[in-house]
Nanobody
Framework: QVQLVESGGGLVQAGGSLRLTCAAS????????MAWYRQAPGQQRELVAS???????IRADSVKGRFTISRDNAKDMVYLQMNSLKPEDTAVYYC???????????????WGQGTQVTVSS
């Protein structure tokens, strides 16, 4: 079995910082693209940032200049450094990854359980 586990969410004041961490574990052959999504109440889930295994990144316009995505391939982990947080960043943040398990010939899509980020004004 493969799973993604997020950590690092919490309550922070506007202008503050948080660092989210997501660890992939289980019978992993290789982790491909990894990403962070978020979903605010009553809103659709949206892409925040993604990173390829080679380190190419994409960030949503709303977080450019404030959020940085990075990964550690040796540890199968992805991080989201969030600076200058705003109340509109409040959401549940989900980790996503395309992972090929040892038992599979091709990668499958996996989601973490989500971690709450709340930014107070």
């Amino acid at each position: 079995q493969v799973q993604l586990v997020e950590s690092g969410g919490g309550l922070v004041q506007a202008g503050g910082s948080l660092r989210l961490t997501c660890a992939a574990s289980g019978s992993i052959f290789r982790v491909y693209d990894m990403a962070w999504y978020r979903q605010a109440p009553g809103q659709q889930r949206e892409l925040v940032a993604s990173i390829t295994r080679e380190g190419t990144t994409i960030r949503a316009d709303s977080v450019k200049g404030r959020f940085t995505i990075s990964r550690d391939n040796a540890k199968d982990m992805v991080y989201l450094q969030m600076n200058s947080l705003k109340p509109e960043d409040t959401a549940v943040y989900y980790c996503h990854a395309n992972i090929r398990s040892i038992q599979s010939d091709y990668p499958l899509s996996y989601w973490g359980q989500g971690t709450q980020v709340t930014v107070s004004s």
